[in-house]
């Protein structure tokens, strides 16, 4: 449970789902994300292709990250690729980096960029990193 109780997600093997995460190749990505006039193939990033049922994941990006994260924080970029992502789905955009050192916002395009407007901030995978 999250949010103060307000959402909660269950993976579910059959039945109903809101959405369907799903790791696939860049073709495979680019084709779902085109889907909803996404283009993924400059940077092979991820999207919430919100006209379908699908939130994709890169496989492309889950294998090699991201250098804003580095080699050593794989799994803090995989969590960040989950939560950004998501976050789409529940109707989040994109933010920026407002103070300089901060967290990253989850919702900041982190695998392109850390800075915005001379602030850089610091990678993190979290919506709610203190609690």
Request: glycine share 10%.
């Amino acid at each position: 449970m999250g949010h103060g109780g307000v959402r909660t997600f269950e993976r579910v093997s059959s039945g109903h789902a809101d959405f369907v995460i799903t790791l696939a190749s860049p073709g495979t990505t680019a084709a779902w994300c085109a889907k909803s006039g996404l283009d993924t193939t400059e940077d092979n990033v991820s999207c919430d292709s919100a006209s379908t049922e699908r939130v994709m994941i890169n496989a492309y990006r889950w294998a090699q990250g991201a250098k804003t994260f580095g080699d050593d924080k794989m799994h803090s970029y995989r969590q960040m690729l989950i939560n950004h992502e998501v976050g789409h789905r529940l109707g989040h955009n994109h933010e920026i980096c407002s103070k300089q050192g901060a967290l990253a916002p989850v919702m900041m395009q982190q695998t392109k960029f850390l800075s915005t407007d001379g602030a850089t901030c610091r990678a993190n995978a979290w919506p709610f990193p203190k609690g």
